[in-house]
Nanobody, 122 residues
Framework: QVQLVESGGGLVQDGGSLRLSCAASGPTFRTLAMGWFRQAPGKEREFVAAIGWSGSTHYADSVKGRFTISRLNAKNTVYLQMNSLKPEDTAVYYC????????????????WGQGTQVAVSS
């Protein structure tokens, strides 16, 4: 069974940067696609970014040019580098994994982390 543990959230100022990490358990990390989703108060969970097992990347329009997703298979870890953060990026960020998901569809992921809070002050 896959377990996911996020870290790196916190409070930053408008225009600042954070790097989120998601560590996955098990020997099958190389076969998993990984995604990041976020949920702000009063809003539905939304897609942020995803990376396939082969390294292909996918981004929501709202974060293109500001966020970068990457993975380090040797460490079973996926990262989300967030630059030029805005107050509207404030949300709980979740890491997700699946062997072959529709990248932007949260319902298509089988495994989820506990979430990490990101807050951006204006």
């Amino acid at each position: 069974q896959v377990q996911l543990v996020e870290s790196g959230g916190g409070l930053v100022q408008d225009g600042g940067s954070l790097r989120l990490s998601c560590a996955a358990s098990g020997p099958t990390f190389r076969t998993l696609a990984m995604g990041w989703f976020r949920q702000a108060p009063g809003k539905e969970r939304e897609f942020v970014a995803a990376i396939g097992w082969s390294g292909s990347t996918h981004y929501a329009d709202s974060v293109k040019g500001r966020f970068t997703i990457s993975r380090l298979n040797a460490k079973n870890t996926v990262y989300l580098q967030m630059n030029s953060l805005k107050p509207e990026d404030t949300a709980v960020y979740y890491c997700a994994a699946d062997p072959k998901p529709n990248y932007r569809d949260s319902d298509d992921y089988d495994y989820w982390g506990q979430g990490t809070q990101v807050a951006v002050s204006s």
